[in-house]
């Protein structure tokens, strides 16, 4: 299994442009999300799915776009970069929804400059 | 909404051993994670806590108080590889989001 790979690795976009941030996992997974890392401020949950066609808003949604078509895919869409958006992007997925902890395996980030 | 609390930094020495808090404020809660990452890596999951007292695996083990709202992760034992950050973490009301703390950062010196 690759478990949860993203891409691309390195990006840098110009203010304005938009882009989408590839996150796949092979594990079957119901539930995916986004989080942002900034220095100092740990994980920030951006957007999150519990299941193809069901996407919802976590504590940072502003400025990013989600959908989820396939158990596999949850792509992060950027529609017009801003500076503050410059951070690194973590996609994550567990087994089960509700209740008790599943571990949750995070991708290997995508590392985003806005100039 | 949800808050959660924890030391920015910690230093220790290399064998020792290490205790890093974290207080939580939740209108829900489904129990306390950890999860470690090295720079430039990705977090990866260390523990988890849902009824009170002691969970160990191997050098680590992470208790939990819930009346207390509060727990702490030990490290045993410290190695230099364990030079990294800790995160503690809570599900919201719902158990769909995960909460994070800022992160502790440990320093383990020789």
């Known amino acids: 299994n690759a478990g949860v790979t993203q891409t691309p690795k390195f990006q840098v976009l110009k203010t304005g442009q938009s882009m989408t941030l590839q996150c796949a996992q092979d594990?079957?997974?119901?539930?995916m999300s986004w989080y942002r890392q900034d220095p100092g401020m740990g994980l920030r949950l951006i957007h999150y799915?519990?299941?193809?066609?069901?996407?919802d808003q976590g504590e940072v949604p502003n400025g990013y776009n989600v959908s989820r078509s396939t158990t596999e895919d949850f792509p992060l869409r950027l529609l017009s970069a801003a500076p503050s958006q410059t951070s690194v992007y973590f996609c994550?997925?567990?087994?089960?929804?509700?209740?008790?902890?599943?571990?949750?395996?995070f991708g290997p980030g995508t590392r985003l400059t806005v100039l | 909404g949800q808050s959660l609390e924890q030391p920015s930094e910690v230093t220790a020495v290399e064998g020792a051993i290490v205790q890093i808090n974290c207080t939580y404020q939740?209108?829900?809660?489904?129990?306390l994670s950890w999860y470690q990452q090295h720079d430039g890596g990705a977090p990866t999951f260390l523990s988890y806590?849902?009824?009170?007292g002691l969970e160990e695996t191997g050098r680590f083990s992470s208790f939990l108080s819930r009346s207390d709202s509060y727990g702490y992760l030990l490290l045993q034992e410290l190695q230099m590889k364990d030079s990294a950050s800790y995160f503690c973490?809570?599900?919201?009301?719902?158990?769909?989001?995960?909460?994070f703390g800022a992160g502790t950062r440990l320093f383990v010196k020789a």
């Open positions: 994550a997925s567990r087994t089960g929804l509700a209740g008790g902890e599943n571990e949750q395996f």
């Open positions: 594990m079957n997974h119901e539930y």
């Open positions: 799915s519990v299941g193809a066609g069901i996407t």
């Open positions: 939740t209108s829900g809660f489904y129990g």
């Open positions: 806590n849902a009824l009170d």
């Open positions: 973490a809570v599900r919201d009301t719902g158990g769909f989001k995960t909460i």
